[in-house]
């Protein structure tokens, strides 16, 4: 009996090339996250958001949009937490700003050279 493998099947049944026996991974999506913030600035367009639900009634000022690592993000959350003078966390591409500081945070982010908008 000829063993055949269920992917060179499927390869040959919609004329996609066979793999050559390689197991392709799926692309992780940390890995598009790379790099340093201050090297992406005005790249891409960052959203400044203001958040009322599930923090027990308190504003927090919310910017998505980047396309780093956390640390690099980090230093960027701790540039404006300092210039602000709040608290804050960073993570998952996002910086969370304590209060409601969308129009200072706007203008901080572009002295930084970044490309923001208020949302």
């Known amino acids: ?16 090339p066979a793999t050559g ?21 005005g790249a891409a367009r960052l959203d400044i958001v203001l958040e009322r639900k599930g923090r027990g009634g308190k504003q ?12 690099a993000l980090k230093q960027v959350a701790s540039t404006l937490k300092r210039s602000l003078g709040v608290g804050g966390s960073a993570r998952g591409g996002e910086i969370l700003i304590q209060g409601d ?19």
């Open 60 to 71: 927090a000022t919310i910017v998505t949009g980047f396309n780093c690592d956390d640390e």
């Open 101 to 119: 500081f969308r129009q200072r945070v706007l203008d901080q982010l572009r002295q930084m050279g970044f490309k923001a908008r208020i949302i």
């Open 1 to 16: 009996m000829n063993p055949i493998d269920w992917k060179d099947a499927l390869g040959k049944a919609f004329n996609v």
């Open 21 to 41: 026996g390689e197991q392709e991974q799926p692309a992780d999506p940390t890995e598009t996250r790379s790099g340093s913030a201050l090297e992406q600035q």
